[in-house]
């Protein structure tokens, strides 16, 4: 089941922390522990959490889950099954102890019942914190994206898809906030947070569904376009670099503007992924150099057509990938 969160998700965190998972499981259990005693004891049960009609939201689980439901993030359908299976297991608990409170006995039908709803009831609970620790090491906690690990394994999938298809092509682009680190000084590291928050949401929000942005690391993020050449990459990123910098974010009444610096380049067949991304490093690299809130273009093809002519060039000389570095208005108008 945690896989198809996961999609209907997509790249946004599912924040639920384990231990509130097994907090709330382990009182559900000492609630079903009580059932089974009251009825080796024969001592009948008044408390509401055991005999109300709306019984399930007296436990803390159900208070627990009550309070997820009010996250619009996780309203998928994975809690609308869980929350099913919650309440079937305190109705068949209710009926069980009803006949008990009546009868003095209850069917074996009843008792079995009581059973397979708690059986049913775990393997939901289990499914979510399968998927609570899944996420856990998929994003990252600030931003809601997909962290470094994460986009590691994407970068490496499309890697694999590029060489099985001549004619493919990728282009990735690292992006960092312009002097994040003055918004930090002079605002705090809330602020800061604050400001990581704003510049994902709008990155994310900009983007095609089987694009793939994550946190990268500290204010860098770094996106993955399938299927896209360089020119159509650079108007894409173009929208988003225009979108950020009319974007504001409000600190105490007073607007703040956030801006980002832009680096493009496309994803190699022939060569280390790293070295792919040491060129979109120094393509961002320039569009800081050249007075930030710009986006830099470095062309592999050209690229590699200058490093055929001079054999003892390297692709990861910096020096000669910079000369190969154009503004964004260079190639949009190509």
């Given at each position: 089941m945690h896989q198809s969160l996961l999609g209907r998700v997509e790249k946004k965190a599912f924040g639920v922390p384990s231990n509130d998972i097994k907090d709330a499981l382990l009182a559900h259990r000492r609630w079903a522990h009580k059932i089974s005693a009251s009825l080796v004891l024969r001592q009948v049960l008044v408390d509401p959490e055991f005999t109300d009609k709306h019984a399930h939201?007296?436990?803390?689980?159900?208070?627990?889950?009550?309070?997820?439901?009010?996250?619009?993030?996780?309203?998928?359908?994975?809690?609308?099954?869980?929350?099913?299976?919650?309440?079937?297991?305190?109705?068949?608990?209710?009926?069980?102890?009803?006949?008990?409170?009546?009868?003095?006995?209850?069917?074996?039908?009843?008792?079995?019942?009581?059973?397979?709803?708690?059986?049913?009831?775990?393997?939901?609970?289990?499914?979510?914190?399968?998927?609570?620790?899944?996420?856990?090491?998929?994003?990252?906690?600030?931003?809601?994206?997909?962290?470094?690990?994460?986009?590691?394994?994407?970068?490496?999938?499309?890697?694999?898809?590029?060489?099985?298809?001549?004619?493919?092509?990728?282009?990735?682009?690292?992006?960092?906030?312009?002097?994040?680190?003055?918004?930090?000084?002079?605002?705090?590291?809330?602020?800061?947070?604050?400001?990581?928050?704003?510049?994902?949401?709008?990155?994310?929000?900009?983007?095609?569904?089987?694009?793939?942005?994550?946190?990268?690391?500290?204010?860098?993020?770094?996106?993955?376009?399938p299927d896209m050449s360089l020119q159509e990459a650079t108007q894409a990123v173009e929208r988003i670099r225009i979108k950020l910098a009319n974007s504001v974010i409000t600190h105490l009444g007073k607007p703040l503007s956030v801006t980002a610096s832009f680096g493009i380049t496309q994803l190699c067949q022939n060569s280390d992924i790293k070295e792919s991304i040491k060129r979109a490093d120094v393509a961002l690299y320039e569009a800081k150099r050249l007075g930030r809130n710009c986006t830099i273009v470095l062309c592999l093809k050209d690229l590699m057509q200058h490093l055929a002519q001079e054999p003892t060039g390297q692709l990861n000389a910096e020096e000669t990938i910079q000369q190969y570095c154009r503004n964004v208005e260079q190639v949009l108008n190509q």
């Open positions: 939201h007296y436990c803390k689980f159900g208070r627990w889950l009550w309070q997820l439901s009010q996250d619009n993030l996780i309203q998928a359908d994975a809690f609308g099954h869980l929350d099913h299976v919650h309440q079937g297991l305190h109705k068949s608990a209710a009926r069980l102890l009803s006949s008990f409170a009546q009868n003095d006995l209850v069917s074996a039908k009843e008792l079995e019942d009581f059973h397979l709803s708690q059986d049913d009831f775990v393997a939901s609970v289990l499914d979510i914190f399968e998927f609570s620790l899944v996420n856990k090491y998929q994003f990252d906690t600030t931003t809601k994206l997909i962290n470094r690990r994460t986009i590691d394994v994407v970068l490496a999938n499309e890697k694999r898809r590029l060489e099985g298809l001549e004619d493919s092509c990728c282009c990735i682009v690292l992006a960092d906030i312009d002097r994040f680190k003055d918004i930090n000084d002079s605002y705090g590291h809330d602020v800061g947070d604050v400001v990581l928050e704003h510049t994902a949401a709008v990155l994310n929000g900009s983007i095609r569904r089987n694009d793939t942005v994550a946190r990268f690391g500290g204010e860098e993020f770094l996106f993955v376009m």
